[in-house]
Every structure is written in C-alpha cells, then in structure tokens.
C-alpha cells in the first residue's frame, strides 16, 4: 500500500455509529458529529445512515456540514468575525456564542437560527490544561456570576463543555456541578449541549450509567432536549496510521528510525499533550538502550522533516527493524487526520478505507499541487 496512509476500516466505524446511535435512542437525546475531531466527507454517507446533524467551529466547518453532509450544523466559535457572520448563520441551525459581548454584538444578525451561550461551570477533570476547557483563566464561556437573572428573550440553548475522553462516571460528577450553577435558568431555555469528550465507544466507557444520568436528567427537566457532541467517540478504534522505515540512524548510541511519516506535521499532538501512541508490535520504554544486542530491539521514532525534535521517546520492537518495513500507530483516525499539515512540503498521508469486503480504496492522495495551492 502506499504510505504514509490514513486507513480508516469501516466495519469498525460502523461498530461505533451503530453503539453512538442506540445510545442516542435509549437515552432520548441527540449526538452529533464534531468537526473538529473528524471531517472525513467522503464518509458522510455512512455517518447519514445514523445521525443527522453536525457540529462547526469555523466557516469552513459550518459550509462543510450543510453543503457535504447536507444539514445545517450546531455552531460554536470563541469569536465570530464581521465579515464571515452572516455566511455562517446561513449555514447554521444552532448557532451559540461564547461572551455576552459577542452575543450583544451579533445577535440581531443571527435570524433563523436557533441561539445559545456558552457557560463555564468551573469545573473540569481534565488533567492536562492545554485541553482544560475551564482552567482558571479560561477563555471559554460564561460563568454563572456574569449572568443576568432572566436571559434574553432570543437564547434558547446553553451549552457547555468540560470533557476529554472522559467516562460517564467523569460526567456524572460534571453533571451536578452544572445543576448547582445553571440550574436556576434551566426554565428559560429549550435545549443543553453538553459538549463533546463523552468517550462512549471506548471498552471501558458505562454506556448503561449515562442512559441513567440522562433519564434523571429528564425528569428533572422534561422540557431540556439534550445534545452530546463527541468527536473522538465516532473515529475510536477504527483505524492506524501506516508508515515505512526509511532509514535508521544512530548517535551516542541512540538509534532512530526515520520514518516517512512526521510527528509535527501529522501528530502534533504527540508533541502538544504529549501523549505517546499505540504502535503495533512494540511497546513504550523510558530506556533508550545505549548499548543495544539482539534481544533488545529499542529504537527513537524519527519524523521526517527539518525540525529537530520531530521525533519521540523509545519503543522496543518485537525485532530488528529494516529499511522498507511498516510500522503501525494505532488508533490514528480522530483528531490526527484534521490537524495534519504540509509543514515543510512533507507529503500529506493518503486517505484509505477499507471496506468490510476487504477491499482497501484510497479515497483521497496528496501531492505538489495541494501544497502549491496552500502558498496562493
């Protein structure tokens, strides 16, 4: 195959739609597609078969859900622009703002759209701050002291988001420090977003104690319909990153193989966070193993372009490694294949999927001319 490649398997997809879609069902609310985590369109008539709505961050993102997926999409921005407002709605159901600021300053322009407000509960678990959407100091949302005791007439929604593949257990714990702070404005809204990062497709996730939390919640607000907007949780598990093994290098007895694909310009999250991957057939080590022999196969991944730390700690393999083999980091297709760059023109990874007959299809392949078209 060629490589670098995306390989999106859709009997795996299909496995998550299929659980995300009872989900919806049994716990009667709405989940919807982040972009943010996922916009692979030429997907998007698998995802149609089981949910019916998306969620934008961008123009781009909003114009992507209403002309590929063919629905208009909830949007939220940190901040809305003059000159893309008016397109955006255009491409909006729901459109929520983030600041009372924003809302005063864009409002009457929002017509045809159903309005909403990001609130900040002050609460979060999520331990790595870069991805702590309530953080102190937190550029997110509005916290409940800011906010007047009877909303304006025009917002029908609030919306909220403190989650990153948590647990249900995560929002359980959530849930009632949302009550105890917004609560009281529940009666003058229609619906609650509660964001995206409910990791339901992961193994270990309680799908049964979320049904639960949202039947209580229910009852307790019969009026509140309810949105998840998860992103992670549709592409989980559903496919790798395949690379090759271009060289392999050594100095002061660390030895890198080189790879053909690129942390920084297609994980950059291994960076960011960091956070380390699965890669098949091996497993993470602090050790880098100066003095390597045969039975100790302990290698550096390197990236393949100029910056010098485009590389990760130490994996040791099941063998040695060669020139030309592939190597496989699992778990590849949320997030990874929205953030890719052409950095350096290094080559974006092909898109594939493979079809549950077996058959693998490259749905979308790079070259010059897409790096060409970035620089006009």
């Known amino acids: 195959m060629p490589t670098p490649i995306y390989i999106i398997e859709e009997q795996k997809l299909r496995r998550n739609l299929t659980l995300i879609a009872g989900v919806a069902a049994k716990a009667d609310i709405e989940v919807i597609l982040a972009f943010k985590a996922f916009a692979l369109w030429k997907t998007f008539p698998i995802f149609r078969e089981y949910i019916h709505s998306t969620t934008a961050s961008s123009l781009a993102e909003a114009k992507l859900a209403k002309e590929m997926f063919g629905a208009p999409a909830h949007t939220y921005s940190p901040a809305y622009t003059d000159e893309d407002f008016d397109e955006i709605v255009s491409c909006s159901s729901h459109l929520t703002f983030n600041s009372l600021s924003q809302y005063e300053r864009f409002h009457q322009r929002a017509k045809g759209v159903q309005i909403g407000l990001r609130v900040n509960p002050e609460y979060s678990e999520v331990g790595t701050m870069l991805y702590n959407p309530c953080a102190p100091g937190t550029r997110f949302g509005v916290t409940a002291d800011k ?176 020139v030309g083999e592939e190597v496989f980091f699992e778990d590849m297709i949320h997030y990874t294949t929205v953030k890719t760059t052409m950095f350096n023109g290094v080559k974006h990874p092909s898109i594939g999927m493979l079809h549950e007959d077996g058959k693998l299809e490259i749905l979308r392949d790079f070259g010059y001319s897409d790096y060409k078209n970035r620089m006009d």
Not at 239 to 253: N, Q, R, T
Not at 295 to 303: A, D, E, F, N, Q
């Open 147 to 322: 906010l007047p005791d009877t909303l304006p007439a025009d917002i029908r929604g609030l919306h909220c988001h403190c989650h990153c593949e948590s647990g249900a257990d995560v929002f359980e714990r959530t849930l009632s420090h949302i009550e105890e702070k917004f609560s009281r404005w529940f009666p003058q809204i229609e619906w609650i977003n509660f964001g995206g990062g409910h990791l339901m497709t992961r193994k270990d996730y309680d799908v049964e104690l979320l049904v639960r939390l949202m039947h209580d919640f229910h009852r307790r607000y019969p009026w509140l319909k309810v949105i998840l907007e998860p992103g992670s949780a549709f592409a989980w598990q559903t496919g790798p990153l395949v690379a090759h093994v271009v060289d392999i290098v050594e100095d002061k007895g660390i030895r890198t193989a080189i790879l053909d694909v690129s942390f920084t310009c297609h994980m950059p999250d291994c960076l960011e966070m960091p956070y380390f991957p699965d890669v098949r057939n091996a497993k993470h080590t602090d050790e880098c193993n100066p003095t390597p022999h045969a039975t100790c196969h302990i290698y550096r991944l390197g990236g393949n372009s100029c910056l010098s730390g485009d590389f990760m700690d130490f994996w040791q393999f099941d063998h040695e490694l060669h």
